[in-house]
């Protein structure tokens, strides 16, 4: 039987317990890995207006990281291709556990929860033949590795869970590897993919780019309601400019977004990053090899571009996006342009990725 006095000490106790949400550490919106001056590596969370709400050292360059939906936990990955991904506590940057891939395999920079945070996915490739594998980690269970299915492509690098809860899409980048200096053997041959699968790694859709094969596709952006959009980085003759940006919809054909000849070349071949607007009417791309930020309609028409040196970061925000660059600035862009935010005394890397609860 419960007394008064153990009634009272239990909720003493409740109240004394420190929060473990994302409250806990600032309520950030955003993770960012970045170099810092004195060539250490951190992750921290960003908030809209662009201040740190907390930051926690990494062992090495990190490039994305996965933010758990009811926990102050995230999986910092490190940059590709990668033997580590740290799963941290980023109250007091404890880590939790250390994740590391099968032998033959490392982690391709990128993974993704579940929605109710109980499973972590994970992009990773074989060392081997750059086959395109993603693992399952149980994270109520310590993160134990409990199944592998295939990517349906080579060279994974990217993938979110669809709104329907039940789908993954992924993208596939298609580029062969050489297992000991990263050179790229297939740029001839390759054929990059957007993949559907269901949970269990069934295939379900593939889409492969009816042109410009040399495409590599890189990184997504989800909206609500399926639309996928997708970043592209061109391993073909140098000097080309082709359209960096697609859209797609399942049972539907590609989207490709194009820009102005101009305006392409400008963007050097390269996208770095995609996001949809904070009201999704729109998506853009970054590159920072180009200094320049692309603005599409959600149809693939284009609205328009933002010079910024070494940009790099976006993710969706109230105003528009918000944008990270190397030279520790962080920018809010919208339809006006771009205004600054906040700078940090660091090298913010190539992701903004948004926390959702």
């Not at 740290?86 to 590391?100: K, M, P």
């Not at 929605?115 to 269970?141: C, F, K, M, N, R």
């Not at 094969?213 to 609500?224: E, P, V």
Request: charged share 20%; with cysteine.
């Amino acid at each position: 039987m419960t007394t008064r006095r153990t009634f009272l000490a239990s909720l003493l106790a409740a109240s004394a317990t420190p929060a473990v949400g994302w409250a806990a550490v600032g309520d950030p919106t955003y993770l960012a890995a970045a170099k810092l001056a004195n060539g250490s590596y951190m992750l921290a969370g960003l908030r809209e207006d662009g201040s740190t709400a907390f930051s926690v050292p990494l062992p090495a360059r990190g490039h994305a990281a996965s933010a758990h939906p009811k926990r102050a936990e995230a999986v910092g990955f490190a940059r590709r291709p990668g033997t580590y991904a740290l799963v941290v506590d980023c109250r007091d940057g404890e880590v939790l556990h250390r994740l590391a891939p099968p032998a033959d395999r490392q982690f391709n920079g990128h993974g993704t929860f579940s929605p109710d945070g109980s499973l972590l996915y994970t992009v990773e490739q074989a060392v081997e033949d750059s086959a395109g594998h993603i693992g399952i980690w149980d994270a109520a269970a310590g993160y134990a590795r409990i199944g592998e299915f295939a990517s349906h492509g080579v060279g994974p690098h990217d993938l979110r869970v669809m709104p329907d809860h039940q789908t993954l899409v992924i993208a596939n980048g298609g580029i062969q590897t050489d297992k000991w200096d990263r050179a790229k053997l297939n740029t001839d041959t390759m054929r990059p993919n957007l993949v559907y699968t269901a949970l269990d790694g069934t295939l379900l859709e593939s889409r492969e780019l009816p042109d410009f094969h040399q495409n590599s596709i890189r990184h997504l952006a989800l909206r609500d309601d399926g639309l996928v959009g997708f970043a592209m980085q061109w391993e073909g003759e140098p000097g080309m400019a082709p359209p960096l940006l697609a859209l797609h919809r399942r049972g539907e054909e590609l989207v490709i977004c194009e820009a102005p000849l101009g305006d392409e070349l400008g963007m050097d071949g390269y996208a770095g990053s995609v996001a949809f607007s904070g009201d999704g009417s729109e998506i853009a791309i970054t590159s920072p090899r180009g200094g320049r930020i692309h603005r599409f309609s959600d149809s693939g028409r284009f609205l328009g571009a933002v010079s910024r040196a070494d940009v790099c970061g976006i993710a969706s925000h109230a105003g528009g996006y918000m944008a990270s660059d190397g030279l520790g600035g962080v920018l809010l862009v919208g339809p006006e342009g771009a205004r600054p935010l906040a700078r940090a005394e660091a090298a913010w890397d190539n992701h903004l990725v948004p926390i959702a609860v």
